[in-house]
């Protein structure tokens, strides 16, 4: 309950801090929480926005299960042989700092405009978290549960599938918290760039057109939904520490 | 100790083949044609071309123009984060209201508040500065705090036992001991800044790194593109790479 009345106070603040900037820059430069709230109760009701949300909803939901299913695939591979995994850290870490939307490009020449460029971008953000936490909870196993599957004589895919992956679970989890905002973040510039659908294309065109109550109304949208989801997955996360 | 040290150099040996291999292989496919010239020109192409193109100082001026943002966001968030961290720490009601805020801001795509800062900073370098700042100011905040919460108690203790003054106490026994971890939050700082600043450039701005990418992609100047990207990935390496090794340095001294 205290946790609860602790959030809603940061939210008041925050709330109280936009609405004291709208006053200061004027209305044109930052609309009124009041008045976004108002444009996004409006947009919620067009079949438009919905569709743009689908268009985004889809592409997120590819992602999201080819970066978790390639991460956990791979970070399983660079846990269980620990030189790979030496060899592989640094080079993941490089990759993960780096700002990949310089590799756009690339990405869009390779893929073409459209889903599949949105959703490869998408994976670039969300994989490396995911593999990352995977590799490190594999290291961190205790030593005693492969020394029992090896005195069961499990084959290996037995290992990975009855052992390991149940003793990762809850790190896979907290990797996928920070692959899923990392995932939502690279398919939404994926839609800036270059789509024609979707929430991203929706904040590029507002942002043209100078529509500023359009794109804090999305923007609010998005922080709702991806605090949400961040909620939800911790709430998991922490249920499955404790078990 | 030996076999350790054996094992770390021989990992760094095969990590270093396997880039190399990796770029031989894009090399030989690029030339072969596999990988057609205009989905991606040979690494060498690209080399070569940026080492002309950093003789000719084509893109001196965006290169220069965004090192500075990315220079001043990190100052910025770096100072901005240590202050409010330690404001945070010092407060801790507010710290216990913030503390979830913290653990999920990551979740929202900052990026998005961009063409807000822009309508309200206008289009140059301080929105740009700014996304970047609100992107990498938290993970310094977040170090400052953990640094701060383990600092050991009988250096504390030490302190009080030789009645050092408040700020003799700050400065030499706080500040070494926090120093690691703000270390390990400079390094993520600098890291978002990158990100921060390339991003957005690419989104919308006149100048920059990010922008000449964006630009040369829109004219299908390959060879400019992939020798800024290049730039960009061979930069943030190096980048990294001595980050780390200051803070190995530091971490080593913390174990012992």
């Known amino acids: ?243 | 100790m030996r076999t350790w040290e054996f094992e770390v150099k021989s990992a760094s040996l095969i990590r270093i083949a396997v880039v190399a291999g990796f770029i031989v292989l894009i090399e030989l496919l690029c030339r072969s044609g596999i990988i057609p010239a205009s989905v991606l020109i040979p690494p060498s192409a690209m080399f070569t071309h940026g080492v002309d193109l950093l003789r000719g100082g084509k893109f001196d001026h965006d290169i220069v123009t965004s090192l500075l943002n990315i220079v001043a966001a990190s100052i910025v968030s770096v100072l901005l984060g240590f202050a409010l961290g330690l404001g945070i720490h010092a407060l801790p009601s507010v710290r216990r209201s913030i503390e979830p805020l913290l653990s999920s801001y990551y979740a929202i795509p900052t990026f998005i508040f961009y063409p807000v800062f822009i309508v309200i900073l206008g289009i140059g370098s301080l929105p740009i500065i700014a996304i970047a700042v609100m992107l990498s100011v938290v993970t310094m905040i977040t170090a400052t705090l953990n640094g701060l919460d383990r600092i050991p108690r009988a250096l504390h203790k030490s302190a009080q036992v030789m009645r050092l003054s408040r700020w003799r106490s700050a400065i030499y026994i706080k500040l070494p001991a926090t120093l690691p971890y703000l270390f390990t939050g400079v390094k993520l700082s600098v890291a978002y800044a990158f990100i921060g600043v390339i991003a957005s450039e690419f989104i919308l701005s006149g100048s920059g790194i990010g922008y000449a990418i964006g630009y040369a992609y829109n004219n299908f100047q390959n060879d400019d593109m992939y020798s800024l990207m290049l730039f960009v990935l061979v930069l943030v390496t190096l980048v990294n790479v001595v980050l780390n090794r200051i803070d190995q340095r530091f971490q080593a001294r913390r174990r012992r």
Not at chain 1, 15 to 36: D, E, I, K, R, Y
Not at chain 1, 106 to 122: D, M, P, R, Y
Not at chain 1, 165 to 171: G, M, R, S, T
Not at chain 1, 181 to 196: D, K, P, R, Y
């Open chain 1, 1 to 243: 309950m205290k946790r609860v009345v602790d959030s809603l106070l940061v939210a008041l603040v925050i709330v109280a801090c936009w609405q004291c900037l709208h006053w200061a820059v004027g209305n044109s430069s930052l609309s009124s929480p009041w008045s976004t709230v108002q444009a996004l109760v409006q947009m919620l009701g067009t079949a438009a926005f919905w569709d743009n949300v689908g268009e985004t909803a889809r592409a997120l939901a590819y992602a999201l299960v080819i970066a978790l299913a390639g991460g956990v695939a791979l970070g399983v591979l660079l846990g269980v042989n620990r030189l790979s995994g030496v060899v592989a850290e640094p080079i993941l870490l490089n990759l993960y700092s780096l700002p990949k939307v310089t590799l756009y490009p690339l990405v869009l020449l390779v893929f073409g405009l459209g889903l599949s460029a949105k959703v490869a971008f998408g994976v670039m953000h969300g994989l490396i978290p995911i593999l990352m936490f995977t590799m490190n909870a594999i290291r961190e196993m205790r030593p005693v549960y492969l020394r029992a599957s090896k005195t069961m004589r499990l084959s290996f895919a037995r290992t990975i599938v009855h052992v390991v992956l149940p003793a990762i679970f809850p790190e896979v989890v907290s990797g996928l918290r920070l692959g899923f905002s990392l995932t939502l973040l690279g398919v939404l510039i994926g839609e800036m760039f270059a789509s024609q659908r979707g929430l991203g294309y929706l904040l590029t065109s507002a942002m043209n057109l100078g529509d500023i109550r359009t794109i804090m109304a999305v923007a609010l949208f998005l922080t709702v939904f991806a605090l949400a989801c961040n909620g939800l997955l911790m709430m998991a996360d922490r249920r499955l520490k404790h078990r």
